[in-house]
């Protein structure tokens, strides 16, 4: 717990450490926020898009546990769509301090974290996301570096946050969607740590330690037991858990299952081994990768070189044709974001194929398939095809977005015949907006 000392006492062990070390004493970790007493609230207010004339509802209230509920309703009526709380403005200075460390439980949707700094108290602030798993406590480490300035929801031009300047941290909930939110925050803090603990967003909180790699960090989690399997089919478990750093977008277990029946025992077979090892290097980015990179960079190229995009839509971070689950769990080789569908690599043939080639193919192989009662080998094709246009260049960032709804509609769906028509129909409109733009390239 946070201690408290009467101004004289304070005054004097400051002055004693300053006479002992000429430098200030900092922590390796200081409290931003704690919530253990009532007057804990006593900083804080909420500010919501009723400033801009929207109705969203937004407050806090403290719990008997000791933790702070940021909870309320977003509405984009009248144009707003955001909520928040912040406190009020105080010398923090974390000079010195590397990251912010948030622990909290979440309802599923992303929520950003605020920083502003001295004389920026208005709509500008340094933010980062902090994405939550539906009931699931995390504790998330946010670089400094990753905090980025902006205002009324938009990027302004780069300015690195200076960490001295810090006066205020906040939350925000702007996701464009909708509806009840709750976030129960437990505490912030500010660290100096190279690397601190993280959870991997289920349940039971898997603490990553220095010196675990990518595949420890994945054994421990217990939800991984297909993608380590695999990895240790395709001989790469090795450099999982090698020096690195490595970013591995992981899909689970449950996502694994998405897959046609069959499909997970067939790649584990020896034959299809070389198969195998390219969708499993489809998930593996070198480098590390946090969320906010990604986003900043909008994607990514994967060591099977193939371009997986991430784009922040319709209040979910979304990575190739998968949604993000947990974001940032730390190893000491590399970064883990689990994702929630495994990203099948196009085939050699699409990639030599342009993206016109590539829906006339499925749609020549799909529609015999369908006609002979297969309904549901011809979804899984078009499917696979989907996300395959999604990594393609060619493929613009409008059809992207159309693609992608396609396969939301599809997955929502349970009958393979209405999964089917919806995603010929996307695959449809893709091929006429993408040929218009091949004849006016060519003209």
């Given at each position: 717990m946070k201690q408290y000392y009467t101004s004289r006492t304070w005054m004097l062990t400051t002055a004693l450490a300053g006479m002992l070390t000429q430098a200030p004493l900092r922590?390796?970790?200081?409290?931003?926020?704690?919530?253990?007493?009532?007057?804990?609230?006593?900083?804080?207010?909420?500010?919501?898009?009723?400033?801009?004339?929207?109705?969203s509802k937004g407050?806090?209230?403290r719990t008997e546990q000791g933790t702070l509920i940021f909870s309320g309703e977003l509405s984009l009526a009248n144009n707003g769509g955001f909520a928040s709380i912040r406190t009020e403005e105080r010398k923090l200075d974390l000079s010195g301090m590397s990251a912010i460390v948030v622990k909290a439980r979440g309802d599923g949707r992303t929520y950003w974290v605020d920083l502003r700094v001295a004389d920026q108290m208005g709509a500008s602030s340094y933010r980062a996301f902090l994405p939550t798993t539906a009931g699931a406590w995390q504790e998330t480490r946010i670089p400094l570096a990753d905090f980025k300035l902006q205002a009324f929801g938009r990027a302004l031009p780069f300015k690195?946050?200076?960490?001295a300047a810090v006066s205020s941290v906040g939350f925000t909930l702007a996701d464009k969607k909708a509806g009840s939110f709750s976030l129960e925050i437990e505490s912030v803090k500010a660290t100096d740590e190279k690397a601190a603990p993280a959870t991997d967003g289920k349940a039971a909180a898997t603490v990553t330690k220095s010196g675990t790699t990518l595949v420890d960090v994945a054994t421990a989690a217990g939800g991984f037991k297909i993608l380590l399997a695999a990895a240790t089919a395709a001989e790469l478990a090795g450099v999982l858990a090698g020096e690195g750093p490595l970013t591995v977008l992981a899909p689970t277990d449950e996502a694994f299952a998405k897959l046609p029946a069959g499909?997970?025992?067939?790649l584990l077979k020896p034959e299809n081994r070389e198969q195998l090892v390219a969708i499993l290097k489809n998930h593996v980015i070198a480098g590390r990768v946090t969320l906010a990179k990604a986003l900043e960079a909008r994607e990514g190229t994967t060591l099977q070189g193939s371009?997986?995009?991430v784009s922040f839509t319709a209040g979910r971070v979304r990575i190739g044709s998968a949604t993000l689950v947990t974001a940032d769990i730390?190893?000491?080789?590399?970064?883990?974001?689990v994702i929630d569908r495994v990203l099948i690599p196009a085939p050699p043939e699409a990639v030599a194929?342009?993206?016109?080639?590539?829906?006339?193919?499925?749609?020549?192989?799909?529609?015999?398939?369908?006609?002979?009662?297969?309904v549901a080998a011809c979804a899984a094709l078009y499917e696979v095809t989907c996300e395959a246009l999604l990594v393609m260049n060619e493929v613009t960032e409008k059809s992207r977005k159309e693609l992608g709804k396609s396969l939301m509609a599809a997955r929502a769906e349970s009958s393979p015949?209405?999964?089917a028509w919806i995603l010929r129909d996307g695959l449809d409109r893709a091929w006429t907006r993408l040929k218009k733009s091949e004849v006016a390239q060519v003209r």
């Amino acid at each position: 717990m946070k201690q408290y000392y009467t101004s004289r006492t304070w005054m004097l062990t400051t002055a004693l450490a300053g006479m002992l070390t000429q430098a200030p004493l900092r922590a390796a970790q200081e409290d931003l926020a704690t919530f253990e007493t009532a007057d804990s609230l006593k900083p804080w207010t909420s500010v919501n898009d009723g400033v801009m004339g929207g109705v969203s509802k937004g407050g806090f209230k403290r719990t008997e546990q000791g933790t702070l509920i940021f909870s309320g309703e977003l509405s984009l009526a009248n144009n707003g769509g955001f909520a928040s709380i912040r406190t009020e403005e105080r010398k923090l200075d974390l000079s010195g301090m590397s990251a912010i460390v948030v622990k909290a439980r979440g309802d599923g949707r992303t929520y950003w974290v605020d920083l502003r700094v001295a004389d920026q108290m208005g709509a500008s602030s340094y933010r980062a996301f902090l994405p939550t798993t539906a009931g699931a406590w995390q504790e998330t480490r946010i670089p400094l570096a990753d905090f980025k300035l902006q205002a009324f929801g938009r990027a302004l031009p780069f300015k690195a946050i200076n960490p001295a300047a810090v006066s205020s941290v906040g939350f925000t909930l702007a996701d464009k969607k909708a509806g009840s939110f709750s976030l129960e925050i437990e505490s912030v803090k500010a660290t100096d740590e190279k690397a601190a603990p993280a959870t991997d967003g289920k349940a039971a909180a898997t603490v990553t330690k220095s010196g675990t790699t990518l595949v420890d960090v994945a054994t421990a989690a217990g939800g991984f037991k297909i993608l380590l399997a695999a990895a240790t089919a395709a001989e790469l478990a090795g450099v999982l858990a090698g020096e690195g750093p490595l970013t591995v977008l992981a899909p689970t277990d449950e996502a694994f299952a998405k897959l046609p029946a069959g499909t997970v025992d067939s790649l584990l077979k020896p034959e299809n081994r070389e198969q195998l090892v390219a969708i499993l290097k489809n998930h593996v980015i070198a480098g590390r990768v946090t969320l906010a990179k990604a986003l900043e960079a909008r994607e990514g190229t994967t060591l099977q070189g193939s371009k997986i995009p991430v784009s922040f839509t319709a209040g979910r971070v979304r990575i190739g044709s998968a949604t993000l689950v947990t974001a940032d769990i730390a190893a000491s080789n590399g970064i883990i974001h689990v994702i929630d569908r495994v990203l099948i690599p196009a085939p050699p043939e699409a990639v030599a194929s342009s993206p016109t080639g590539l829906i006339e193919l499925a749609i020549k192989r799909g529609v015999p398939l369908f006609n002979k009662g297969d309904v549901a080998a011809c979804a899984a094709l078009y499917e696979v095809t989907c996300e395959a246009l999604l990594v393609m260049n060619e493929v613009t960032e409008k059809s992207r977005k159309e693609l992608g709804k396609s396969l939301m509609a599809a997955r929502a769906e349970s009958s393979p015949r209405k999964q089917a028509w919806i995603l010929r129909d996307g695959l449809d409109r893709a091929w006429t907006r993408l040929k218009k733009s091949e004849v006016a390239q060519v003209r």
